[in-house]
């Protein structure tokens, strides 16, 4: 019976260099200009955004954004938590990256799945699902429903494909 790893990762060294690249784009721009803009990657899983002001760290955070999509980070693997006050005169952001898949999520997506119709069973494996069914057609219906399911909020790739 064919079936796959249904998986929430987010590849850290693309992480770093969309950073690296937000960067480099925040420094070169005219309306940063003077401004102290910073992204700092916290033990790969958070990013701290620091800026003096709201509006500098909304706009660095789209460009962050833009970057990740170059990258082809999905925009849901970052978690932007409210901008606060750090003292001395400048505001941060934490923005947390999301690994592996939740045991409330699992349990959302499993429903999910058993409320499509489609003829495939799920098994929730640790931080991954796995999805078995008789058709590679309906396994792939099944994926790309949960990517484009407003309830699923976690980029979702497939991994360890198996066709029997």
């Keep these: 019976m064919p079936s796959f790893d249904l998986v929430s990762k987010t590849d850290i060294m693309e992480m770093k260099n969309a950073l690296q690249m937000a960067q480099k784009e925040v420094n070169s721009r005219y309306d940063f200009k003077g401004a102290d803009v910073t992204f700092e990657l916290k033990e790969d899983t958070a990013i701290e955004l620091r800026a003096p002001d709201d509006y500098k760290i909304r706009a660095a ?34 923005i947390n990256i999301k690994n592996g898949i939740e045991k409330e999520k699992a349990k959302i997506i499993n429903k999910l799945i058993k409320d499509s119709g489609l003829k495939v069973q799920s098994s929730i494996l640790d931080d991954k699902i796995r999805l078995t069914g008789k058709k590679i057609d309906d396994l792939q219906e099944a994926y790309l429903m949960l990517r484009k399911h407003k309830d699923v909020d976690i980029e979702l790739q497939m991994e360890n494909m198996k066709r029997d």
């Design 61 to 94: 955070l789209e460009i962050l954004r833009g970057q990740l999509v170059k990258r082809q980070i999905g925009q849901r693997c970052i978690d932007p938590q409210k901008i606060e006050p750090s003292g001395n005169r400048m505001f941060k952001q934490m």
